[in-house]
């Protein structure tokens, strides 16, 4: 069926390094993306977004890459901080409709 | 800006009880609403959405119902809640264009006992 999934559940990450999230979705009528946050008991903050007419857009210190040949989505955190920690996870959008579909998370720890 | 709130943040009620949770949006027209809830390590599921006032359209069959008497307020409400509508409940709005972007609430958490 369609889904939008994530490789890992949990990342790892000295602080100070780069971080790299991915996404894998199936559904070829997706043609809009969205990252999100999630710290702990809050409602998901939006962080970036692309359209399927792009394969890469850069925000303040993240960045997402899209590759529809493989259908596969990824969110970089540049410089890893402590207060990057939190569950992400990633949304596909069907040309406008209100339908969402959302992957369960990846969960980001930063080691000191 | 457009900000949402959704309240109460935290909320224990018994079997049997109501519910309401209430939903605003401001600095925005004619939003695009949804209704999610979240469980512990699953995405997010679809309960309600709607385009307009009075229009809600229903994803899943269950104990809880939506309103939407103004255009930027949604209701998520129950007349008698059971253990298994305890959640984390996400009120959301899209704009009116369809552009696609998503923005979230901050979250009710409910406790069923």
């Known amino acids: 069926g369609e889904s939008v999934g994530l490789h890992l559940p949990t990342l790892s990450v000295q602080e100070g390094d780069n971080s790299i999230i991915n996404c894998a979705y199936s559904n070829s009528a997706s043609d809009y993306f969205i990252w999100y946050k999630q710290e702990s008991g809050k409602g998901p903050q939006f962080i970036i977004d692309?359209?399927?007419?792009?394969d890469k857009r850069q925000g303040q210190r993240v960045t997402v890459l899209l590759n529809k040949t493989v259908k596969h989505l990824s969110l970089q955190i540049a410089a890893t901080q402590p207060g990057d920690s939190a569950v992400y996870f990633c949304?596909?959008?069907?040309?406008?409709?209100?339908?969402?579909?959302f992957g369960t998370g990846t969960r980001l720890k930063v080691l000191a | 800006s457009q900000t949402i709130h959704q309240w109460p943040a935290t909320l224990v009620q018994p079997v049997g009880s109501p519910l309401s949770l209430e939903c605003t949006v401001e600095?925005?027209?004619?939003?695009?609403l949804y209704w999610y809830r979240q469980a512990a390590g699953r995405g997010l599921q679809l309960l309600f959405y709607?385009?307009?006032?009075?229009?809600i359209s229903s994803e899943v069959p269950q104990n809880l119902s939506a309103s939407r008497p103004q255009d930027r307020q949604f209701i998520l409400s129950s007349k008698k809640l059971l253990l298994s509508d305890s959640g984390f409940y996400l009120c959301a709005w899209s704009g009116w264009e369809n552009t696609g972007e998503l923005f979230f609430g901050e979250g009710s958490r409910l406790t069923v006992l």
């Open positions: 600095g925005t027209s004619n939003p695009n």
């Open positions: 692309i359209r399927s007419n792009m």
């Open positions: 949304a596909e959008n069907i040309g406008g409709t209100y339908k969402y579909i």
């Open positions: 709607s385009v307009g006032i009075g229009q």
